[in-house]
C-alpha cells in the first residue's frame, strides 16, 4: 500500500487509493470505531468530498468499505471538511471526507473523523495495522441516504451573527472561487455579514490552491482582481476549505500564522497552539500561553486536548498555513461556537477582517501593525521524499556537516530538530527544512528583518538542497 498517513489524513496517488487502498483504510476505520466502542452496528457515519475529478470514485469504494463493516454511509456529497466534521461531531457521529487538500489533481486522500473530532496519532496507527488485513474487492454500494447540503447549511449558519452588525458596511471582498469546496460557503457568510461579494475565477476543473507556499500564477491572479475590482480584501481556501488564503487591498498575500495570530487575539484566547513552522513572533504578540508542535492537526489537537485538561478556557489552535481550530466553546458577536478541533477557514477570514474594521485600519495595516519578523515558506516540489528525509536526518545528526551546509548563511547558533531541521543563525535570522508530509516536497522556510533578506536565505537554500543531493 504506497499511500499512507500524512500531516493530515491519508495521501497518495489517484492510483495507490482506487486499488482499494482508500477502501481498505475505511473499512478499518470502521472497524476500529465498532472495537473501540466509538460506533455501533448500522451508525451512521457521514460521508464527503471534494472537487478533485477522482473523489467521486474514491468516495464510492469507501461507502463500500462502511457497509461491508456494519456501518450506515450518509451522503454529503461536495462541502468544506470543517462544515462535514461539525455537522458530524453535532450528531454523535463519525466522519470520512475524500479530499487531497491542496495537493495537485493527480493525488487524493482521505480524513478520518471520529464523534467526536479528528483521529489522533494512535488511531492512524490502527487503521494502518488493519488496513492491509481488509484489502479486497467489494460489492458496490447501492443507492446511499443523502443529506446534501446540511452540513453546508448548518456551516453557514455558525456564523450568523458572528460580526457586529453594520462592521463591514462599505466592505469590498472578492471571492476567488476556483475550484474549493468552500467557494460558495465563503460568499454567503460574508455576504450575510455585510460585505459586498465578488465572485471571481470560478472552475470546474480542480485547480490546487496551497495556502502556505502560494504559486506565483495565484500571486498575479489576486494581486489583478484586487486592482482591477477596487477590493478591499480577497479571500479563497484550499480544495476542501479548510486552509484560508487571504490578499490585502495592496495584493499581497497574508500569512497564515498572521492570521492565526490575529484570531487569538481578536478572540482573548488564553493558549495557543501551533507548530514549530509558525512565526517565531508569536510569542512576544499575544497574551495567551503559547505551544509548539510539530506540524499537522493531529499534533496541534493533542496539545490544545492537554491545556483544556490544564484549564484553559479559550483554546486556539492554528497552523502556518491558517487553518485554525478551536478547543471550547466560544461567544462572539451574536453567534455562539461550538469547539471545532478540526482545521476552519471561515473563522481566520472573518477574525482577520473584521478585526481590520474594528481598528478603522486597511487588512495591510492591521497586519503590519502585529510587527512581526518577515516569515517566507516556498517548496521544492517533485523531490522524493526518501532523498529529503535523507539529507535532515543527516544535518540532524551530524553538527560539523550541518554548519558547513549552512555556512554561506553565516554561523548557527541553534538547532531546533521538532520537526525536520529549524535553524538559528547568530545574525537572527531562522531557515527551516522539512520533507513534507502529504507528497514529495521539500519545504523550505526562513525568517529575517526585511522580506528581500528572507527570500534571499530560500533561493541560497533551495540551491544547496539541490547541490547536495544532485537535484
Not at 471534494?50 to 467521486?56: E, I, V
Not at 461567544?331 to 472573518?350: H, M, Y
Request: hydrophobic share 45%; net charge negative.
Amino acid at each position: 500500500m504506497a499511500a499512507k498517513f500524512g500531516t493530515s489524513g491519508l495521501r497518495g496517488l489517484v492510483g495507490d487509493l482506487t486499488d482499494g487502498t482508500a477502501a481498505a483504510h475505511a473499512r478499518a476505520f470502521a472497524r476500529h470505531l465498532r472495537q473501540t466502542g466509538m460506533a455501533a452496528s448500522g451508525a451512521k457515519i457521514f460521508l464527503g468530498q471534494d472537487m478533485r475529478a477522482s473523489s467521486p470514485e474514491i468516495a464510492a469504494q469507501c461507502a463500500a468499505a462502511l457497509i461491508a463493516e456494519g456501518l450506515h454511509p450518509v451522503d454529503c456529497g461536495v462541502t468544506p471538511t470543517p462544515a462535514l466534521a461539525l455537522h458530524a461531531m453535532s450528531q454523535g457521529a463519525a466522519a470520512l471526507m475524500v479530499t487531497g487538500s491542496h495537493i495537485p489533481d493527480d493525488r487524493n486522500g482521505v480524513k478520518f473523523y471520529r464523534p467526536d473530532g479528528e483521529i489522533d496519532k494512535d488511531d492512524e496507527a490502527e487503521i494502518s495495522r488493519l488496513a492491509p488485513e481488509l484489502a479486497g474487492p467489494l460489492p458496490a454500494a447501492g443507492g446511499l441516504d443523502t443529506d446534501s447540503g446540511a452540513a453546508t447549511q448548518g456551516f453557514i449558519a455558525r456564523y450568523r451573527g458572528f460580526v457586529p452588525e453594520g462592521i463591514f458596511e462599505g466592505l469590498r471582498v472578492g471571492v476567488y472561487e476556483q475550484s474549493s469546496a468552500a467557494r460558495d460557503v465563503l460568499a454567503t457568510v460574508l455576504e450575510q455579514a455585510g460585505a459586498t461579494v465578488v465572485r471571481l475565477g470560478r472552475s470546474e476543473a480542480f485547480i490546487p490552491v496551497d495556502t502556505e507556499a502560494v504559486s506565483e500564477e495565484t500571486h498575479r491572479l489576486a494581486a489583478s482582481w484586487v486592482k482591477s475590482e477596487r477590493l478591499d480584501a480577497l479571500v479563497s481556501a484550499d480544495g476542501d476549505g479548510d486552509r484560508p488564503l487571504l490578499v490585502d487591498e495592496t495584493g499581497t498575500v497574508l500569512r497564515g500564522d498572521a492570521l492565526g495570530l490575529i484570531v487569538a487575539r481578536y478572540l482573548d484566547a488564553d493558549a495557543v497552539i501551533t507548530p514549530v513552522t509558525s512565526n517565531s513572533g508569536i510569542e512576544q504578540r499575544c497574551r495567551a500561553e503559547v505551544h509548539r508542535t510539530k506540524v499537522g492537526s493531529p499534533y496541534v489537537i493533542a496539545a490544545m486536548a492537554e491545556a483544556l485538561r490544564g484549564g484553559k478556557a479559550r483554546v486556539i489552535g492554528f497552523e502556518a498555513n491558517g487553518g485554525v481550530l478551536t478547543g471550547n466553546r466560544i461567544r462572539a458577536g451574536a453567534a455562539d461556537l461550538a469547539p471545532l478541533p478540526t482545521r476552519d477557514s471561515v473563522l481566520p477570514l472573518l477574525c482577520a477582517l473584521a478585526a481590520a474594521r474594528a481598528a478603522g485600519q486597511s487588512v495591510s495595516a492591521h497586519v503590519a501593525g502585529l510587527e512581526l519578523p518577515v516569515a517566507i515558506s516556498d517548496r521544492i516540489e517533485n523531490f522524493p521524499t526518501d532523498v529529503s528525509q535523507a539529507l535532515v536526518a543527516r544535518l540532524s545528526g551530524d553538527e560539523q556537516a550541518c554548519a558547513a551546509f549552512f555556512a554561506a548563511l553565516g554561523p548557527v547558533a541553534h538547532i531546533d530538530r521538532t520537526d525536520g531541521l529549524r535553524i538559528a543563525l547568530q545574525n537572527g535570522d531562522i531557515v527551516h527544512l522539512r520533507p513534507s508530509g502529504n507528497a514529495p516536497e521539500m519545504r523550505i522556510y526562513s525568517e529575517a528583518t526585511s522580506e528581500t533578506r528572507a527570500r534571499a536565505l530560500i533561493a541560497q537554500v533551495r540551491q544547496q538542497v539541490r547541490n547536495s543531493t544532485g537535484g
